[in-house]
């Protein structure tokens, strides 16, 4: 593909991980503010430890895990955020002092890194989704 | 360190010492394999310039410091340097006006030194090369051209801004990604691509964007910023670049229609009210051949 | 002739000389990139574990609770990286950084005039960054 339109994208999907990385920060780390809009049950916090909040396997992470929004987001931030990093990633390395071949290789790996990271992202994704564990 | 160009220079010293702490350099290893700083103490009075200080060491302290200028006014672009932590034009930069005891004097990063101050700019010149410097047509042949071309004064100033580049290089001092990445033409050639691209003239977008539009070209720049800072004629060569990226998202990613170019003049204009005075077109310089 | 490779290097993308906090923006859009690409790889390992019920995600949680002030880290370096990249989006498509102009001296550049820009940002990842301090060091008392 053009340069041109991979950097394209590589903005463009910036632009919509503001949105998806935002909703995924604000979960994991505004959790107290959340719990105190009624977002999060108070359960949550209840057993004590540091899987509270948030973390909480049966009040945050499995109710997440249900919901039909938040596995579209994650599956569009596996696969947005992927892409952003890695194009950034490999902007870096082309940037480095060392011979235009070997970019080439390195290029095909992070392609490959990318690809392969994908799959298994998505794959957990769905695999939560459609067949949550019952906990326990 | 830091200087304040607004601080108020005490002229009720006529002349004060300033330390000049040079970089030295050459090829048969007289400073040693990574050369040397040397320290010169230069008495400067008020509105001494880095070029006069560098004059004057060398007519009276050591006749083999080198460095490359030419006009001393700002306009060849021979002079550049990092000077107290920044490129800048030795000729542009008075000493006093950095306000400090010490100046550092360096060759401009990022270019081979050849001795001293002096550096091989041919980086930026072959670059430059690359992208075209000129006005192409592809449509009309330059032999079928018989006039002038028209151009309004709001399309002339669309790319005037960029046509006052020295060739001084500085940005290309200033640029991270010329700093790492050899095959990156840099703010300078870069920037001129743009100049051309915007020029209602020109007809060579297609041709120069083979040259930019690759995994080492113009999506290399990440708005740094750092060769705008550095750039002593207002080229404001990020700005050109940011608004090149526009111009290819706009005509090679969303498909717009490029711009007719500019049209020529009739020449003849039956209808046109010719001022009084004004002398006729001279005589072609070359053979036309039909 | 020999001449003498004067290159800054990966040297000149941390430091190049004396100028502008918009400059050096460049330089922590880089490592909180960095870092963030990174984590996403291991953090797609780690999470995974949910699929595997309670107690193996207890169990990853509990592997990388060491490293819990890093996410903390994380989340500063994502407050930057996201509102610095919003800016470079429009910039970088050439929005928002005015028309050319007649160079007069003193010369205005884009960067003079993307400059409230940069300061509006830095305000903003200031607010998150309070409040998401106050949430992780649990200075927010629920209830
Ligand atoms: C700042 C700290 C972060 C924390 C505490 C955190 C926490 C979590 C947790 C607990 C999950 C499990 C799913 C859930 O609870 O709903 C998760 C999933 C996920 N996170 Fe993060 N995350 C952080 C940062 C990031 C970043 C920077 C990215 C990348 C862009 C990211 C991308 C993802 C993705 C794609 C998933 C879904 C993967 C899966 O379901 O296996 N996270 N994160
Ligand atoms: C949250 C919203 C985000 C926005 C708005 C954003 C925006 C940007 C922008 C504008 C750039 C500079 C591109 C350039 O100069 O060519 C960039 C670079 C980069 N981003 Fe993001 N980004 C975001 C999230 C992320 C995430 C989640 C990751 C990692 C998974 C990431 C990794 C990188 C990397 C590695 C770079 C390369 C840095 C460089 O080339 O200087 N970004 N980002
Ligand atoms: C033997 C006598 C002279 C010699 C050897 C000489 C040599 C030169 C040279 C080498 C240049 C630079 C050329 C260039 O920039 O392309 C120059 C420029 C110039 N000379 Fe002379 N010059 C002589 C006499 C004069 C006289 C008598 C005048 C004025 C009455 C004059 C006015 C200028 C001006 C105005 C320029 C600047 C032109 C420009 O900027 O393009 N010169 N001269
Ligand atoms: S753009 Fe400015 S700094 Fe760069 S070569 Fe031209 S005049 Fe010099
Ligand atoms: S000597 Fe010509 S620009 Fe300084």
Known sequence: MKESRLWFWHLISGLALILLLGVHTVIQHFDSILTWLGFIPQAAWQSGGHLVGSLNFQHAVLPRMQSVSMTAVYLLLVVFGLFHGLYGLRSMIYELKFSAKAKQVVGVIILSIGIAAAVYGVYTVLAGHLNPPLGG | MCSDPNKVIDVTKAVQDVILRIYRWDSSGTWGEDGRLVDYKVPVPSGMTILDALIWIKANLDHTLSWRAACRMGVCGSCGMFIHGKPLLACQTQVLKLHADVIEIRPLPNYPIVKDLVTDQSRMIDAHTRIKPYIIRTETPPEAIAGEFHQTEEELVRYLQFSYCLKCGLCMSACPTVASLQEFPGPQPLGQALRYVYDTRDEGFAERLQEIDNKFGIFRCHFAGACSEACPKGIDPAFAIQLLKKEIVKRAIMGCRTPESAGLMPAQQDNAVKAPNVPATPAFTVDQKK | ?143
């Open chain 3, 1 to 143: 002739m020999a001449a003498k490779d004067n290159d800054l290097g990966i040297r000149g993308w941390v430091y190049a000389g004396r100028y502008s906090l918009q400059r050096y923006a460049y330089t922590l859009q880089r490592i909180t990139g960095l870092g963030i690409i990174l984590y996403l790889l291991i953090h797609l390992y780690v999470t995974a574990q949910k699929n595997a019920g309670e107690a193996a995600w207890a169990g990853a949680m509990d592997a990388v609770q060491p490293l819990h002030i890093g996410e903390y880290f994380l989340f500063l370096a994502i407050i930057i990286h996201a509102c610095n990249g919003f800016r470079l989006v429009w910039a970088e498509f050439g929005l928002g950084l005015g028309r050319p102009i007649k160079n007069v001296y003193p010369y205005q550049t884009c960067l003079d005039r993307n400059r409230i820009f940069f300061y509006a940002i830095l305000a903003v990842v200031f607010v998150l960054a309070v409040v998401g301090t106050a949430d992780f060091f649990n200075l927010i008392r629920v209830l």
